[in-house]
T-cell receptor, first 115, second 114 residues
Framework: QKEVEQNSGPLSVPEGAIASLNCTYSDRGSQSFFWYRQYSGKSPELIMSIYSNGDKEDGRFTAQLNKASQYVSLLIRDSQPSDSATYLCAVNGGRAGAGSYQLTFGKGTKLSVIP | DTGVSQDPRHKITKRGQNVTFRCDPISEHNRLYWYRQTLGQGPEFLTYFQNEAQLEKSRLLSDRFSAERPKGSFSTLEIQRTEQGDSAMYLC????????????FGPGTRLTVL
């Protein structure tokens, strides 16, 4: 059973539009949720973290968490071609144990912003 | 601002050889993690240190893999008797104890086993 699932994409949006990236996780005990951006050939870069239900905004990015539905999403407003990358959802806690700090990643969603 | 650094950035080796990678975390970060990433997959957890203590190790990790963090600063990851299936990007990350586990990644070491 996959623990963190993401639509692999590619997701194509026009420049200036809102990109919506989704992630579901299987372990109800998960406590911390992260979004990473990864450009081709580069390492993951942390862009958002969220720990409680609701929305968290940072610039053009909004992370949304719904623990009851085991769902976390990332919205990117006013998408730019430089946002074209793979977005990784990562989850901490749950089955790995309360004292575990390992992150479990999805496979990522490839986003393409078309000029 | 000094981020996580890793050395070497690329390593090509022949099957059966041993390789060692180094990671220097962000200064003052007392947690250090190793992950492995293959094409089209997300990073996969390998092991984790808090200071010099290795506190978690993936059950999937072969006994050919060993990691150390002897003085609680830099860490090394050694792979013995490399196999072609070990070819991957090896990522190191670090975090602060009070940061709610926000992990920051280094540039990675890309290993190719011929």
């Amino acid at each position: 059973q996959k623990e963190v699932e993401q639509n692999s994409g590619p997701l194509s949006v026009p420049e200036g539009a809102i990109a919506s990236l989704n992630c579901t996780y299987s372990d109800r005990g998960s406590q911390s949720f992260f979004w990473y951006r990864q450009y081709s050939g580069k390492s993951p870069e942390l862009i958002m973290s969220i720990y409680s239900n609701g929305d968290k905004e940072d610039g053009r990015f909004t992370a949304q968490l719904n623990k009851a539905s085991q769902y976390v999403s990332l919205l990117i407003r006013d998408s730019q071609p430089s946002d074209s990358a793979t977005y990784l959802c990562a989850v901490n806690g749950g089955r790995a144990g309360a004292g575990s700090y390992q992150l479990t990643f999805g496979k990522g969603t490839k986003l393409s912003v078309i000029p | 601002d000094t981020g996580v650094s890793q050395d070497p950035r690329h390593k090509i080796t022949k099957r059966g050889q041993n390789v060692t990678f180094r990671c220097d975390p962000i200064s003052e970060h007392n947690r250090l993690y190793w992950y492995r990433q293959t094409l089209g997959q997300g990073p996969e957890f390998l092991t984790y240190f808090q200071n010099e203590a290795q506190l978690e190790k993936s059950r999937l990790l072969s006994d050919r893999f060993s990691a150390e963090r002897p003085k609680g600063s830099f860490s090394t990851l050694e792979i013995q008797r490399t196999e072609q299936g070990d070819s991957a990007m090896y990522l190191c990350a670090s975090s602060l104890v009070l940061s709610r586990n926000e992990q920051f990644f280094g540039p990675g070491t890309r290993l190719t086993v011929l």
